[in-house]
């Protein structure tokens, strides 16, 4: 059946070819979610994003499936900051070392 469908969509079938179409891909079933989130510039902006969903969320502004959307973005966002950071870290240990480190030396005895 679905190879009859796929061949008549390939005829030139419009009603064949939205079946695969959809089959395929999905229609998009969300809404946009009309909320200003706080503006995040830092991990510590976080608190006050999810402190904003809660408070969204208790108004009925937007739903609770929306608000772990969103949760997920800040989420999202935060480890995206950690992992910059931990870069940016990890490459000036790698030049401090590149340029002599420590100068103690390490010796047992």
């Known amino acids: 059946m679905t190879r009859k469908a796929v061949?008549?969509?390939l005829a030139g079938d419009s009603r064949a070819l939205r079946l695969c179409l959809y089959r395929i891909l999905w229609p998009r079933r969300e809404r946009p979610v009309n909320f200003k989130l706080p503006r995040?510039?830092?991990?510590?902006?976080?608190a006050e994003a999810i402190a904003?969903?809660?408070g969204a969320v208790a108004?009925?502004?937007?739903?609770?499936?929306?608000?772990?959307?969103?949760?997920?973005?800040?989420?999202a966002f935060v480890r995206a900051l950690e992992a910059s950071e931990f870069d940016q870290r990890l490459r000036n240990i790698e030049e401090w070392k590149d340029r002599g480190g420590d100068s103690r030396t390490s010796t047992r005895r």
Do not use: F, N, R
């Open 7 to 9: 061949e008549m969509a």
């Open 59 to 75: 108004s009925a502004e937007i739903t609770p499936g929306e608000a772990a959307g969103l949760a997920k973005l800040v989420e």
């Open 52 to 54: 904003a969903l809660a």
């Open 40 to 46: 995040l510039q830092a991990p510590g902006d976080a």
